[in-house]
């Protein structure tokens, strides 16, 4: 009770709960998988999706697969490829077996993968008939060229918008990809002016180590 004597465990102001960053103080960074913006790696068309082709492949080939297939038999193909190409089913197989000219012989997983999803899609597979139908009319338009994303040009995004990068065609119009579109694995693009279309060759980055074992 003595008069000058002040209370000295009156609580000091209580620190920030551990969660609450201070003014200026260095934020978490988010994992790459929650950040605004996928990362995209820009890699020249000779990457593992286009690698030694000069125009798009055959997408019904690669499945063994007639144009007429239903949805039903390019998900069945798939599975059956899929299994056809996998690491064991090659260990496995004799070396006459997995000749590069029969219908069975091991494909790139990542063009099955990629053949799949674009058939299985009623829009893309749209877009790869209409293509693939001029490329075998007599006098008709090459095959689709290979474009690598490298020679796009990335458009600044609007607010809101999705990224997006553009292709000059020899019409005077342009073909235009964007992140959504790369997001789901579409390679055809279609100008916008005209009916010629490209082959965007492109990978995704990968976000940590997302390897499977073998």
Known sequence: MGGGETHSD???LHPLPPRVHRAGASKPSLPASLSRKPAHKRTPHTTKLAHAHDAAPDLYALLALPPSASP?????AYHHALLRSHPDKQRTSSPSASSSSSPGAPVDIGLLKYAYETLSSPSAR???????A????PGGPRPAQVVSLEDFVEEPEEAGGDARWTYGCRCGGKYVITERDME????LVACASCSEVVWVGYELAEDGDGDEAA
């Open 184 to 187: 789901r694995g579409q390679h």
């Open 10 to 12: 009156a609580s000091p």
């Open 134 to 137: 001029r490329a075998s009319q």
């Open 126 to 132: 749209a877009a790869y008939d209409a293509a693939r």
């Open 72 to 76: 039903a038999e390019i998900k069945h």
